[in-house]
């Protein structure tokens, strides 16, 4: 069962003076605080995520994922060495000062295990932050490829927007002369996008703008006129939050799907009916959905979930994944963070998605993407339908050169 922390100013000025004084101590000097023989003390994990705020659903995912992953990735017994592994959920709204806030707090406690971070900003601030005080730092749903070779304490469980760009160049075949309009928010998740498509499309011979919509935008139909009358070839759109529902009517309105070859990631379940007529006319390149696989892990994942009341989604695969990678570090590192980190480095196991590995040099996750379609149900709704697999190989991210 998660706990929920919410600290008080006072609490968390406490926090911060305690960072300051265990990182004046010995490296490794500090265990888990937990007033017990540090034998049989419980491990303590740390969640800090959205639970309210714009990517709160995306965090609900990931929570539920991650109480699945630790009942499979612990044989059902919630402990790892004879020694009970506690979760404690903070909400960080999606906001970076308030998950560094959160963050610093649960460190100041003695965890030494932080996971999480639903949005992209808010791994670009807590990583640093682990780096500083020595703890193991495992992101989330966050995409951004600049995650990845952050630090030797950071790792990702999920995806990156690197991944997601070599996964649709599959889907148009050469870009090369071809034009190429990445329609995004302007925030992290969205300039990564922007980033990765022009690095990989425009690497390629495409020619690569982004149309970048500011986050608090509340008409669309302007920046959605301007992909339009730029009639691209292939127009990528990349985008998360509450308002994709609006965003994909605007491109409608605005005749995209008739315009151009138009593909994106396949997002949430609850997102599948804002498509409408025009669903069959898009590409999707995929992290996970429902029925992509069905190896032991994936069945494990559906089964813990129904325990929840929850059913498989995208981001689900974040949270388990990121309990086999917590359970894989404490069995083999216990109280030490560095030893945690190494032990995680080149480490191959069987996810969700199927084989993946944590590659040393950097701590990229590599494993298999997917493209797929969205095809109409008896119901009137519609289901992804996997198109094709992407070894891991193929969509490989380049190495992170050491800092």
Not at 132 to 139: D, G, P, R, T, Y
Not at 148 to 158: K, L, P, V
Not at 383 to 397: H, I, N
Request: with cysteine; hydrophobic share 45%; aromatic share 8%.
């Amino acid at each position: 069962m998660l706990q929920r922390s919410g600290r008080s100013p006072a609490a968390l000025l406490i926090a911060v003076l305690a960072v300051v004084l265990t990182a004046c101590g010995a490296p490794g000097s500090g265990g888990q605080d937990s007033g017990g023989d540090s034998a049989t003390a419980p491990f303590r994990v740390g969640l800090v995520h959205s639970t309210t705020g714009p990517l709160a659903t995306y965090g609900k995912q990931y929570a539920a994922g991650f109480t699945a992953g630790l009942d499979y990735a612990t044989g059902g017994t919630g402990q790892v060495n004879g020694r009970k592994v506690e979760v404690t959920e903070a909400d960080d709204a999606g906001d970076p000062a308030k998950a560094v806030a959160a963050a610093t707090d649960l460190i100041g406690q003695g965890y030494k295990v932080i996971a999480g971070s639903t949005a992209s900003g808010v791994a670009l601030q807590v990583a640093p932050l682990a780096d500083e005080n020595q703890v193991l730092f495992i992101s989330g749903p966050a995409a951004t490829d600049a995650v990845t070779g952050a630090n030797e304490y950071t790792f990702r469980s999920g995806r990156q927007t690197y991944q997601d760009v070599l996964t649709a160049g599959t889907i148009v075949g050469d870009p090369a002369g071809r034009s190429v309009i990445v329609f995004a928010q302007d925030s992290a998740f969205g300039q990564a996008n922007a980033q990765a498509v022009t690095a990989v499309l425009g690497a390629k011979g495409a020619q690569v703008t982004p149309v970048l919509v500011p986050a608090g935008a509340t008409d669309l139909t302007p920046f959605a006129r301007q992909a339009v009358d730029a009639a691209p070839d292939l127009l990528f759109v990349a985008w998360a939050g509450a308002n994709a529902t609006q965003m994909w009517q605007s491109l409608q309105q605005q005749g995209a799907f008739e315009a151009s070859t138009v593909v994106t990631g396949l997002d949430i379940k609850a997102t599948y009916p804002i498509f409408g007529p025009a669903a069959d006319k898009i590409h999707f390149l995929s992290h996970f959905f429902p029925g992509a696989t069905d190896n032991e892990a994936y069945k494990a994942l559906e089964a813990g979930l129904a325990k929840q009341g929850q059913e498989v989604d995208l981001f689900t695969n974040d949270g388990f994944v990121a309990a086999q990678m917590v359970v894989h570090a404490l069995q083999e590192g216990g109280d030490d963070p560095a030893v945690m980190a190494k032990s995680l480095e080149g480490w191959t196991f069987l996810g969700p998605k199927g084989e993946s590995t944590i590659r040393s040099a950097d701590h990229a996750v590599l494993q298999p993407m997917f493209t797929a379609r969205l095809t109409p149900t008896a119901d009137g709704g519609f289901a992804p339908q996997l198109v094709d697999t992407l070894p891991a190989d193929a969509v490989a991210p380049p190495v992170v050169p050491a800092k």
